[in-house]
């Protein structure tokens, strides 16, 4: 199936992404509308601190969903943008009442929010640790809670949570973002025992390596003396030994295979193109 191709593989069910307004998120609200799924896009102009990839509190999260929903709407998909920052108990809870009031049942959440930020741990702040903790792990757990209720009037569902290749190996500088990352693995394989006889399944994606607004970030940081950033990112390639970088639909794809796997539960899986092979 290419990109422009649609199925009615997740017709009759509803999604909530939750950091689907650009990205890697993005590209799964994309996915699971055109496999038939509505989809509620999920994202943030607003986040906690600076302490995230775009050095900053203003986002363009929800701008983007918006004009993400009114694009794919545009060509018969159903696809709404809600806002919510993923750290706010209160304003995911109102986002699960929205889908509660608005759609009225739910099949997949995907929680594809995440925030990193480049600091050796002995320069680290406190602050600087507890944001970038809680702004990739905050959100796992309120979001995963308050879709339960959701998902087990429906019949059960899927939850996917984003960890990352730093979810399964240490690198330098971003041990805040590992930390979470790796924490994601353990909420997700615990989370997945509690509900496994309520037919709800609970998996972690790991992405290896992404060319979104967080790499454009990372590269900046990691760029050294008289390379462009370019070259920077082509000397990233030596860390995958398939050699590829991956893109955005390569991780949508486990996404919507995840959305629709019904015996597969409690599982971390990778899409790195071989960085973290055993
Ligand atoms: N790009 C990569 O190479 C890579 C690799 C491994 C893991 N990941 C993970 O994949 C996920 C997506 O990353 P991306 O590369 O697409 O980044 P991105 O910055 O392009 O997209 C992240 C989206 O999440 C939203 N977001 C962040 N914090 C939020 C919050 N508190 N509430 C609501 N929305 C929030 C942002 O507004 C943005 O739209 C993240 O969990 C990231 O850690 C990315």
Redesign the pocket.
């Given at each position: 199936m290419t990109s422009n191709d649609r199925g009615t593989r997740l017709a009759g069910q509803v999604a909530l992404v939750?950091?689907?307004?650009?990205?890697?998120?993005?590209a799964v609200v994309e996915t699971l509308a055109r496999n038939g799924a509505r989809v509620v896009a999920?994202?943030?102009?607003r986040?906690?601190s600076a302490y995230?990839?775009?050095r900053s509190t203003a986002?363009?999260?929800?701008a983007?969903?918006r004009e993400l929903a009114v694009r794919l709407a545009a060509e018969g998909m159903a696809v709404t943008a809600a806002e919510?920052?993923?750290?706010?108990e209160d304003a995911v809870r109102r986002l699960y009442q929205g889908v509660a009031d608005g759609p009225g049942r739910l099949d997949t959440v995907v929680?594809?929010?995440?925030?990193?930020h480049v600091s050796p741990v002995e320069r680290m702040e406190l602050a600087e640790f507890r944001h970038v903790v809680s702004?990739?792990l905050d959100?796992v757990f309120l979001s995963s809670r308050e879709a339960l209720p959701l998902l087990r009037a429906s019949g059960g569902g899927s939850i996917v949570n984003?960890?990352?290749?730093?979810?399964r190996s240490g690198f330098a500088k971003v041990a805040h973002?590992c930390a979470a990352?790796f924490g994601v693995v353990g909420f997700t394989a615990a989370l997945a025992q509690e509900v496994a006889k309520e037919n709800i399944r609970v998996n972690a994606?790991?992405?290896?390596?992404?060319?979104?607004?967080?790499?454009d970030y990372?590269l900046s940081e990691f760029v050294r003396p008289g390379e462009t950033e370019d070259e920077c990112w082509e000397r990233m390639r030596a860390m995958v030994p398939q050699r590829e970088f991956?893109t955005?639909e390569d991780?949508a794809d486990l996404v919507l295979y995840l959305a629709a796997a019904p015996r597969v539960t409690g599982q971390a899986i990778s899409v790195d193109g071989g960085m973290t092979a055993p």
């Amino acid at each position: 199936m290419t990109s422009n191709d649609r199925g009615t593989r997740l017709a009759g069910q509803v999604a909530l992404v939750v950091g689907g307004g650009r990205g890697i998120g993005a590209a799964v609200v994309e996915t699971l509308a055109r496999n038939g799924a509505r989809v509620v896009a999920a994202d943030t102009d607003r986040l906690p601190s600076a302490y995230n990839h775009y050095r900053s509190t203003a986002v363009t999260g929800y701008a983007e969903a918006r004009e993400l929903a009114v694009r794919l709407a545009a060509e018969g998909m159903a696809v709404t943008a809600a806002e919510v920052d993923a750290t706010d108990e209160d304003a995911v809870r109102r986002l699960y009442q929205g889908v509660a009031d608005g759609p009225g049942r739910l099949d997949t959440v995907v929680n594809a929010f995440g925030v990193t930020h480049v600091s050796p741990v002995e320069r680290m702040e406190l602050a600087e640790f507890r944001h970038v903790v809680s702004g990739n792990l905050d959100g796992v757990f309120l979001s995963s809670r308050e879709a339960l209720p959701l998902l087990r009037a429906s019949g059960g569902g899927s939850i996917v949570n984003f960890s990352s290749v730093s979810g399964r190996s240490g690198f330098a500088k971003v041990a805040h973002y590992c930390a979470a990352k790796f924490g994601v693995v353990g909420f997700t394989a615990a989370l997945a025992q509690e509900v496994a006889k309520e037919n709800i399944r609970v998996n972690a994606v790991c992405p290896g390596m992404v060319r979104t607004g967080m790499w454009d970030y990372l590269l900046s940081e990691f760029v050294r003396p008289g390379e462009t950033e370019d070259e920077c990112w082509e000397r990233m390639r030596a860390m995958v030994p398939q050699r590829e970088f991956q893109t955005p639909e390569d991780i949508a794809d486990l996404v919507l295979y995840l959305a629709a796997a019904p015996r597969v539960t409690g599982q971390a899986i990778s899409v790195d193109g071989g960085m973290t092979a055993p």
